[in-house]
């Protein structure tokens, strides 16, 4: 592509031409011949040759706030001088380069590499794509310019904060059939011994049984049946109205950090913990325990965004089949926009379920970033607490979270209904 | 998917019946300025028995430069030298293309004349006016318009005469260069008739042939120069006799009361007074006393050549001159080379009937001398010592610009040159072309950007608004209303059938509060401060 100095000097060169055909001018023409030749000459110069390009993340997953350290690897694998190359290394707007340059200005000699590093802030939770690596040079005289990507990508997830949760408030009154913790025939965190196995790196050493290693001579570990205590089951909101607040501070962001928090907490636990997730479809997550789960959970609710109105009792009714009898059901959501709320928390808690309804107050959020009147914003306040109140008078235990409010102070609430 | 892959179709559709269109649009319009003919003939730079390639290779052959014009005749106002540069145009078999420019009174003006514009018009008189020669060849081409600048006008009928070749056929005319017209005796002209020219011959009084001034003078033949037509026998004998040979002729007409750009107008050749002109163009000949239906076709003495000068003399040293002859093809190679065009032995313009079965021969004729003549008169040098030479600066420029070319890229260059001609040499053109460099530099000052610098843009703005309209209806009595009885409902663990069904007097016992209990039992209007107050009041029931 031609520069603006290039389309000025061509465009001069014709026009002398052609004025100095007008005027009979023969030093004119020589002149705009000239200016074209120059152009002409320079276009065959062309930009940079082969150049590989390399790019390492410190981390594939990191946690919401997080900072990332990306280096850039460049190199000319051609035979010749890359003339003036810029590198530009196209990341996503809602990543904030906290130190360093992701473009650089190079003029790489023949094998020659040279790395650009550069630090990301991920401000905000999701599936995010780093690349691909834009490469543009510019010949000696700046006349022509030629851009190209090289498509190289690298994906990063960003899981939603996990926020410290105090001794857990709920515990199921009848965790399963039995009472007690239940070992499961996999492997995991547990008491009871599953199989011996062969000592990897890493291991821990108290784990290492060493009658088996006096008697076979090589290292062998103790695997355990993994313990799952109480099957919880988390249901989030995930609908269009979830959306309403600022880019950090909204229902559904809020959602997002109790959701993996309290999942955090419960598998830590060693609880299994199921997920439900719906907007304008369900996607339900079956109770597991351990730390695939807790990548699961954490990925699902790294892609979650607002959408559809699912109504709540759809949810509860798809689901309940599947609901462990008396296991602890967390429904985080604001409760606007739906009203079948009271009546499948109700259902939920005439099955037996202990029910909390995690609240984030959708109107406290809307206020944020509209200007409600001061009448209707009360008027509508005692509207939702209305609304929680008949949720609580069906059995469920309510916490009105508010946008300001911390998950563990707002879980301390739950004690106040 | 599917959706997506039928929007790139037609995408793809609606881009290619663009592209058509304007393809349709752009031949459209290049049909009518290339015109590619089959016939590419009385060209001086092809070889074929209808062009003029022996004519331009005696001219070299003689030193003098040759080049031809494939553009515009607006071109010969660059000429530096015009005096000793000759101008020939032999058929103009293609009208002009008509665009704008400014007529003599400084209007604009769309061209409409046949063959030439106003401009190149101009251009040709000026290059005359300047002291150039031209020689004008044409029948029913479009040399109207020049010849029309000169008070002359070419009839655009075919012209039949009793002087024409009868071992060919009536198309053959012989045109003899003298004021009198000559005579046929069987099959060849009558000698008794002809005569000479009548100024190279210096019979007018009013100047003489270069050649004729030298005649008599011994010489070899390489000092001859532009007189070797007239040597014979290590001198030069002039000869001011010329029976020229034209082939399929029209005739030239002087314009009564028009007086053309130069004063000193003579004809230079007639046709017998038996000849006739085919108005009509049927193929007959019907002649009476007066013109009408029955007898459209004339009779009578036509001009076939007219030389027009600006002195007397028509010395080149003293202004130029034109000469007009009324037949496109008198040098073609067949008439003006008749030997190599005959010879049986070594045919130079391919097989013919005289070649092959030694019938239909084209005759001796005149036409190469006379066509020296006309050259060694307008560039021989007038410097002392360069007798018989060609001067310096001797050009002879051959018009090419409108004979149609049998290749498209032939004839689509010459019309890009003379566009190019056009743009650079016509006052409204240039003016265009001035603007349009304007319109480019600042089209390229504006619109012309460089790549901008990459940079980071880190950018989370987002908000997520509510529905500013339920903020009305919130703040109206009955959703107050309505919001509070809710508020008791719920406070008092009542269900909505057992609240519905709730006498007034228990409901107010219940609220326990007047202005609440009216409130919720009386509906009325409120003001703002009113209702402002029963919300405070609202929110503050209950919490004991």
């Known amino acids: 592509m031609w520069t603006r100095k290039a389309s000025f000097t061509f465009t001069g060169g014709i026009a002398l031409i052609l004025i100095g055909m007008m005027i009979a001018n023969l030093q004119m023409m020589i002149l705009g011949l000239t200016f074209i030749a120059f152009i002409v000459v320079n276009s065959w110069i062309s930009g940079h040759g082969d150049v590989e390009v390399q790019r390492t993340l410190s981390a594939d997953n990191l946690y919401k706030g997080d900072d990332l350290y990306v280096e850039l690897l460049v190199t000319n694998r051609s035979n010749r001088n890359t003339q003036l190359l810029e590198v530009y290394d196209n990341i996503p707007h809602e990543m904030k380069l906290r130190s360093g340059l992701n473009q650089m200005r190079l003029n790489l000699k023949p094998g020659e590499s040279a790395r650009i590093r550069y630090v990301l802030r991920c401000p905000l939770r999701g599936h995010f794509s780093i690349g691909p690596v834009s490469l543009r040079s510019r010949n000696t005289f700046n006349l022509g310019v030629e851009e190209m990507l090289v498509d190289h990508h690298s994906d990063i997830v960003i899981f939603p904060q996990i926020k410290e949760v105090e001794e ?21 965190q547990g008491s009871e011994f599953y199989s011996l196995r062969e000592y990897v790196p890493g291991d821990p050493f ?78 339900y997550l079956p109770p597991d325990t351990g730390d695939k789960q807790y990548f699961k959970i954490l990925s699902a609710l790294a892609g979650v965004s607002p959408k559809g109105k699912m109504p709540l009792q759809a949810v509860t009714n798809s689901l309940s089949g599947r609901f462990s009898r008396g296991s602890p059901v967390f429904i985080i959501s604001s409760c606007e926009g739906d009203g079948t709320v009271p009546a499948a928390v109700r259902d939920l808690v005439g099955r037996g379920h202990e029910v909390t309804v995690l609240s984030p107050s959708s109107i406290d959020f809307e206020r944020l970033v509209s200007r409600i009147p001061r009448m209707s914003y009360e008027v509508l306040k005692l509207e939702r607490q209305n609304r929680l109140t008949t949720l609580a008078g069906s059995g469920a235990m309510v916490i009105d979270w508010m946008p300001d409010m911390d998950l563990s102070q707002a879980l301390m609430q739950v004690r106040g209904y | 998917m599917l959706d997506g892959l039928n929007l790139n179709y037609r995408r793809i559709g609606l881009q290619a019946a663009f592209w058509a269109v304007m393809l349709i649009l752009l031949m459209s319009i290049l ?29 070299k052959d003689m030193g003098i430069q040759t080049n031809s014009l494939v553009s515009s005749p607006l071109l010969l106002a660059d000429i530096e030298d015009p005096r000793n540069t000759t101008y020939i145009l032999a058929g103009v078999e293609r009208d002009t293309l008509s665009l704008p420019q400014f007529d003599s009174d400084g209007f604009i003006t769309i061209a409409a004349e046949d063959g030439y514009s106003p401009s190149e018009i101009d251009a040709i008189v000026e290059f005359v006016d300047a002291g150039g020669t031209a020689l004008v060849l044409d029948d029913y081409g479009f040399a109207g318009s020049i010849a029309q600048a000169y008070g002359v006008r070419y009839t655009g009928y075919q012209l039949f005469d009793t002087t024409y070749v009868q071992e060919l056929d009536y198309n053959y005319i012989w045109m003899c260069v003298q004021s009198t017209p000559c005579g046929m005796n069987g099959t060849t002209i009558d000698p008794e008739t002809i005569s000479v020219h009548e100024r190279w011959s210096g019979q007018s009084g009013e100047g003489t042939h270069p050649c004729n001034r030298m005649n008599g003078q011994s010489m070899p033949l390489e000092d001859a120069g532009l007189c070797a037509q007239h040597w014979v026998d290590g001198e030069i004998q002039y000869n001011a006799t010329y029976q020229m040979l034209l082939n399929n002729i029209t005739a030239l007409e002087l314009i009564p009361g028009v007086s053309g750009a130069l004063s000193e107008v003579s004809i230079r050749a007639v046709t017998s007074n038996e000849a006739t002109v085919d108005v009509n163009g049927d193929g007959e000949i019907w002649v009476g006393n007066e013109i009408n239906s029955e007898t459209p076709d004339l009779w009578g003495q036509f001009n076939l050549s007219i030389e027009a000068c600006a002195r007397k003399s028509c010395d080149p040293n003293e202004g130029g001159k034109i000469v007009f002859m009324a037949d496109g093809s008198a040098l073609i190679n067949a008439i003006y080379d008749y030997e190599g065009f005959n010879d049986a032995e070594n045919p130079l313009y391919g ?38 030479q060609p001067s310096e600066n001797a050009m002879v420029i051959f018009d090419e ?49 460089d790549p901008e610098p990459w940079r980071h843009v880190f950018s989370i703005i987002y908000y997520g608004f509510g529905d500013a309209n339920r903020y009305t209806y919130y703040s109206k009595t009955d959703k107050i209303r309505q919001v509070f009885l809710s508020k008791v409902r719920n406070q008092n663990g009542l269900s909505r059938e057992e609240f519905h069904a709730m006498p007034a007097r228990e409901l107010v016992a219940l609220i326990n509060d007047p202005v609440l209990a009216k409130f919720a039992i009386e509906p009325g209007k409120y003001s703002l401060e009113q209702t402002v107050a029963v919300v405070k009041r609202i929110k503050a029931w209950g919490r004991t």
């Open chain 2, 31 to 59: 049909v009518n300025f290339v015109n590619i003919s089959n016939t590419n003939q009385l060209s001086a730079y092809d070889d074929d028995w209808n062009d003029m390639s022996a004519f331009r290779q005696d001219i």
């Open chain 1, 206 to 283: 108290k784990n290492i049984n060493w009658k088996a290693f006096a008697r076979t001579g090589d290292l062998m570990v103790n695997e355990k049946c993994r313990d799952a205590v109480t099957d919880l089951y988390i249901l989030l909101d995930s609908r269009d109205i979830a959306r309403i607040g600022t880019v950090l501070k909204n229902p559904l962001e809020m959602g997002t950090v109790s959701a993996a928090s309290l999942a955090a907490f419960f598998l830590k636990r060693r609880d299994s913990v199921a997920l439900a997730i719906f907007d304008d479809s369900l996607a």
């Open chain 2, 351 to 388: 097989t013919n009937d005289c070649v092959t079965n030694n019938t239909k021969c084209i005759p001796e004729n005149d036409n190469r001398k006379w066509a020296m003549d006309f050259i060694a008169e307008a560039l021989m040098s007038s410097k002392i010592g360069e007798e018989g």
């Open chain 2, 401 to 449: 610009s409108r004979h149609p070319q049998n290749a498209l890229l032939a004839d689509s260059y010459n019309t890009v040159y003379f566009l190019l001609v056009y743009f650079t040499g016509e006052g409204l053109a240039m003016l265009l072309l001035f603007l349009g460099l304007f319109i480019a530099f600042e089209a390229v000052l504006i619109k012309k950007r």
């Open chain 1, 168 to 188: 857990a408030f709920l515990r199921s009154r009848t965790p399963k059939m039995y009472t007690g913790a239940t070992t499961l025939r996999t492997p995991g």
